[in-house]
């Protein structure tokens, strides 16, 4: 398999994928500034002829450049679990999606495509994230959440029960969520207050 970015999160991933005893044969970059991490080597995307037959992750931490790098490159997504994760049998995991280490996943949580569930972040009962969210470290999530494509949720934000996050949005770093979301807002603050909207670059 390979791995789609050269990045900080590349790391993460092959730490998850080695843990698992999976094999990944290059790392693909369109601007490689090293030659390998890990003795694992990196490939200019130009360079490379054959990645569209082999599986992949996208391994940038972005959510609009996963997305943007999803649409272009038409072959097999997989996803890379860590062996701490606690995940029920009764959620699902969508292709391309990261989930990191002592993340809990509860049962009925749907987890989309291309998402990031980073180290320590629980997520409870009944929720839906949506594809290209990234759900970042010690985050903790209530029962029947709902996040829309491509959010990021901060470094140990809290949401309560019940509530809808907008797509696109950003909720700050330690942010306490106690309303909806809008679409493309930006939340900090506890309790989490509305301090402005980012410009739609999505494309959707």
């Given at each position: 398999?390979?791995?789609?970015?050269?990045?900080?999160?590349c790391?993460?991933?092959?730490?998850?994928?080695?843990?698992?005893?999976?094999?990944?044969?290059?790392?693909?970059?369109?601007?490689?500034?090293?030659?390998?991490i890990?003795?694992?080597?990196?490939?200019?995307?130009?360079?490379?002829?054959?990645?569209?037959?082999?599986?992949?992750?996208?391994?940038?931490?972005?959510?609009?450049?996963?997305?943007?790098?999803?649409?272009?490159v038409?072959?097999?997504?997989?996803?890379?679990?860590h062996?701490?994760?606690?995940?029920?049998?009764?959620?699902?995991?969508?292709?391309?999606?990261?989930?990191?280490?002592?993340?809990?996943?509860?049962?009925?949580?749907?987890?989309?495509?291309?998402?990031?569930?980073?180290?320590?972040?629980?997520?409870?009962?009944?929720?839906?994230?949506?594809?290209?969210?990234?759900?970042?470290?010690?985050?903790?999530?209530a029962?029947?959440?709902?996040?829309?494509?491509?959010t990021?949720?901060?470094?140990?934000?809290s949401?309560?029960?019940?509530?809808?996050?907008?797509?696109?949005?950003?909720?700050?770093?330690?942010?306490?969520?106690?309303?909806?979301?809008?679409?493309?807002?930006?939340?900090?603050?506890?309790?989490?207050?509305?301090?402005?909207?980012?410009?739609?670059?999505?494309?959707?």
């Amino acid at each position: 398999m390979y791995l789609y970015g050269a990045s900080g999160h590349c790391k993460v991933i092959i730490d998850i994928l080695q843990s698992n005893n999976q094999q990944i044969e290059a790392i693909l970059d369109d601007n490689p500034r090293e030659n390998s991490i890990f003795n694992i080597p990196i490939v200019h995307t130009m360079d490379c002829k054959d990645f569209l037959d082999k599986s992949m992750i996208i391994s940038i931490g972005d959510n609009l450049i996963r997305k943007k790098i999803v649409k272009k490159v038409n072959t097999t997504f997989l996803s890379a679990i860590h062996p701490s994760a606690i995940v029920s049998p009764y959620s699902e995991i969508g292709e391309g999606t990261v989930v990191m280490a002592g993340v809990i996943i509860n049962a009925a949580t749907t987890i989309g495509a291309h998402c990031i569930i980073n180290s320590g972040a629980v997520i409870e009962h009944d929720c839906e994230i949506h594809d290209f969210v990234h759900i970042s470290p010690n985050v903790a999530m209530a029962g029947d959440i709902i996040v829309e494509k491509g959010t990021h949720i901060g470094i140990g934000a809290s949401v309560i029960q019940g509530i809808k996050i907008g797509k696109w949005a950003v909720i700050g770093a330690g942010t306490v969520v106690i309303e909806d979301v809008p679409d493309y807002a930006v939340v900090v603050g506890n309790p989490g207050k509305i301090i402005k909207y980012k410009e739609n670059k999505s494309n959707e």
